[in-house]
């Protein structure tokens, strides 16, 4: 699936799981940074398909050459698994499956990709949201979603212009 609905599942299943910066930044390599190899394949299949073809949901165009590397495919697992061992629910192999997953299921849907990705895509941004917003409610006096949409405004601006210029007790956590 496109690289922004692997980023938004990475982020709900990091929120959920509750991740420390190391554990972000497996999630991220193995969930999201896994589609680099499209990259390398992009400009042989450019030439192929032609440049609107980047965006068809399967870059399989029957030239049998490889756009994916192996850790698109379970072999991958010999090279995740050993780099898991010692992690906290062995994270990389864990976001790496939820990223196979996710190709799966679009695979099997090609045909109805546009539906099931946009689906996909605003269920998981809303757990994220419903989330973000639990979480909030729990730590904050406040309630309702113009104070909570005020917060990740001030929390955005923080993780982007570092904690100093933001508001004091809204830097986030460490
Ligand atoms: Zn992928």
């Not at 689906?119 to 994220?128: Q, T």
Request: hydrophobic share 50%; proline share 5%.
């Amino acid at each position: 699936m496109l690289t922004t609905t692997h980023l938004a599942a990475v982020l709900l299943l990091g929120l959920l799981l509750n991740l420390d910066r190391n554990e972000w930044f497996a999630a991220l390599a193995f969930g999201v940074a896994l589609d680099v190899d499209h990259l390398f394949a992009a400009p042989g299949y450019v030439e192929r398909n032609g440049f609107a073809a980047i965006l068809k949901p399967s870059w399989d165009d029957g030239s049998g050459i490889p756009w994916r590397s192996v850790l698109h495919y379970p072999m991958g697992a010999f090279l995740v698994i050993p780099l898991s061992v010692g992690w906290r629910l062995l994270l990389p192999l864990l976001f790496w499956l939820t990223h196979l997953a996710i190709d799966y299921v679009q695979s099997v849907t090609l045909a109805y990709s546009a539906v099931v990705e946009s689906a996909f895509l605003a269920s998981v941004c809303l757990g994220i949201f419903a989330f973000s917003y639990q979480a909030w409610a729990a730590a904050s006096s406040d309630h309702g979603l113009r104070p909570f949409l005020r917060y990740v405004k001030e929390y955005l601006r923080s993780s982007i212009y570092g904690p100093r210029r933001a508001n004091r007790g809204t830097a986030g956590r460490s």
